[in-house]
């Protein structure tokens, strides 16, 4: 069992990580390796301490290096639930289970909206994870709704195991797919009765589906973590980073505004030490 897991590997999460690892606590780091798209996509950055005028690309391969010095290492796989087990959380990651003591969530603002019917369905034929539920959609027909360019992979292994995929792109620049996979408009609802049976598109059509993926960075708090407190889309903290939940914190954008580095910096190292001084406390119970 890990001291510690933190969800996203953007400036909040490394932040944190590099402090643990400090204090040596393992930890179990999940997210892109690539760190931030958000930092890398930054033009100029000019409100980082003691770095000066400095491009996204730049400080996210700053930080890239850092994780790497200190023997870092980012878990490239999506959670998709966290379970609250009494005295630990359990961790579901693409199939696997992990299990820590605390749970530190740095997410960032999830900006994609879930689609109407997404969270009603939910394990009745709506899934996150395209490696874990894909075979159990062999010879069927499904529907993808591809957030970053980074799932392209996903819907080609999709396409390989399904009859037909329709694909919703929420970028530009769509790669080539497999001939199997038609790309479609927005997805208004997903609907259907027991199970998912159908999803309706902006224009008004329905196009019948066994399943849907929806394939993202991070799934919205409320569906991660079941009885976390929300303000809106943020999650509710105090000045030590603790949610309502015991042994839960959360660092960075996903508190709310100021959508700032510095803040999100800030907010990880002091999550830390919360950390480590609720770890330090439990063992003294």
């Known amino acids: 069992m890990f001291d510690t897991a933190i969800i996203g590997t953007g400036p909040a999460g490394l932040s944190a990580a590099i402090t643990l690892k400090l ?3 393992s930890v179990i780091w999940f997210g892109s390796p690539q760190m931030s798209l958000k930092v890398e996509k930054s033009e100029k950055i000019a409100n980082y301490p003691g770095v000066g005028l400095i491009s996204g690309a730049e400080l996210n391969k700053r930080f890239q290096d850092h994780a790497a010095e200190m023997g870092l290492e980012p878990v490239d796989k999506m959670v998709t639930a966290i379970m609250f087990m009494n005295d630990h959380y359990s961790i579901l990651a693409d199939n696997e289970l992990y299990e820590a003591k605390t749970v530190l969530l740095a997410t960032g ?6 689609v109407p019917g997404e969270t009603e369905y939910l394990g009745r034929g709506v899934s996150y994870c395209a490696t874990c539920d894909g ?3 062999k010879g069927k027909k499904i529907a993808v709704i ?25 970028y530009k620049d769509v790669g080539p797919l497999p001939e199997n996979v038609e790309m479609i408009g927005p997805v208004r609802e997903i ?22 993926f929806c394939l993202r960075n991070a799934v919205a708090p409320s569906t991660l973590l079941p009885g976390l407190e929300l303000n809106g889309p943020h999650i509710v903290v105090d000045r030590e980073q603790k949610t309502n939940l015991a042994g839960c914190f959360a660092a960075g954008d996903c508190t709310g505004r100021p959508y700032q ?9 002091v999550a830390a030490h919360t950390i480590i001084d609720y770890l330090s406390e439990s063992q003294t119970k």
Do not use: W
Request: net charge negative; aromatic share 8%.
């Open 146 to 170: 591809c957030g970053p360019q980074r799932y392209e992979h996903e819907v080609a292994y999709l396409a390989e195991l399904a009859e037909k995929v329709y694909c919703f792109a929420t």
């Open 261 to 269: 580095l510095t803040k999100s910096v800030g907010e990880g190292n």
């Open 191 to 212: 609907t259907g009765g027991m199970k998912v049976a159908s999803i309706k598109l902006n224009d008004g059509s329905d196009l019948a589906v066994d399943g849907v």
């Open 135 to 137: 075979f159990l959609y």
């Open 109 to 114: 603002v999830v900006s994609a909206k879930g």
């Open 23 to 25: 204090h040596e606590k």
